[in-house]
């Protein structure tokens, strides 16, 4: 079992919806929560950055993080076109020299006008 | 600010050629990542700097891969002899706390 899955899509949505992007996982010991996004041919961005459990919202981003489930959600509020991109989660057990992010390797969505 | 900086942004070589990718993090920033990206694979981190000390070079495939940070605004990453097998995205992402990271445009290897 891979460390982090996340479903790779393409999930196509209209305009105005709310999308939902998944991540699990498999190590317990991850605290720490990210979501990338990444337009095509550029560099991956942090979106909304999370440590242990709970719910963090920024504008239209919602992060959720369920860990007895090893379960993290973003959602997306009112999509729009401008955010077709593909979507990584990363996450990482600690800090200090161990502890590196692990990606997902993305789910591309699409927002049709 | 400039951001993380990579060049060259597009590099096509023949299998043998030793290649160089080159990184400037964002100033101020002490964690530099080197990474590279594929379809299969997805990113993977090959190795980190903190404070030009390299402290974990456990994804460096094998021994032509090499990383070099001789000072808090430059880092290389150097392939030779480059394989087609080498062929990826490779990011370079900088940060001042471990976990947020931000990421350059990336140099897109091509080896023939």
């Known amino acids: 079992q891979k460390e982090v899955e996340q479903d790779p899509g393409p999930l196509s949505v209209p305009e105005g919806a709310i999308v939902s992007l998944n991540c699990t996982y498999s190590?317990?010991?991850?605290?720490?929560f990210m979501w990338y996004r990444q337009y095509s041919r550029k560099g991956p961005e942090l979106l909304m950055y999370?440590?242990?459990?709970g719910n963090k919202e920024d504008g239209r981003f919602t992060a959720q993080v369920d860990k007895s489930s090893k379960y993290i959600s973003l959602f997306i509020r009112d999509s729009q076109p401008s955010d077709s991109a593909t979507y990584l989660c990363?996450?990482?057990?600690?800090?200090?020299?161990?502890?590196?992010?692990?990606f997902g390797k993305g789910t591309k969505l699409s927002v049709k006008p | 600010d400039a951001g993380v900086i990579q060049s060259p942004r597009h590099e096509v070589t023949e299998m043998g050629q030793e290649v160089t990718l080159r990184c400037k993090p964002i100033?101020?920033?002490?964690?530099l990542f080197w990474y590279r990206q594929t379809m299969m694979r997805g990113l993977e981190l090959l190795i980190y700097f903190n404070n030009n000390v390299p402290i974990d070079d456990s994804g460096m495939p094998e021994d032509r891969f090499s990383a070099k940070m001789p000072n808090a605004s430059f880092s290389t990453l150097k392939i030779q002899p480059s394989e087609p097998r080498d062929s990826a995205v490779y990011f370079c992402?900088?940060?001042?706390?471990?976990?947020?990271?931000?990421f350059g445009p990336g140099t897109r290897l091509t080896v023939t």
């Open positions: 999370t440590y242990s459990s």
């Open positions: 992402a900088s940060s001042f706390r471990k976990y947020e990271q931000y």
């Open positions: 100033s101020g920033h002490d964690y």
């Open positions: 990363a996450m990482s057990s600690y800090g200090g020299s161990q502890g590196n992010l692990i």
């Open positions: 190590n317990s010991a991850f605290q720490y």
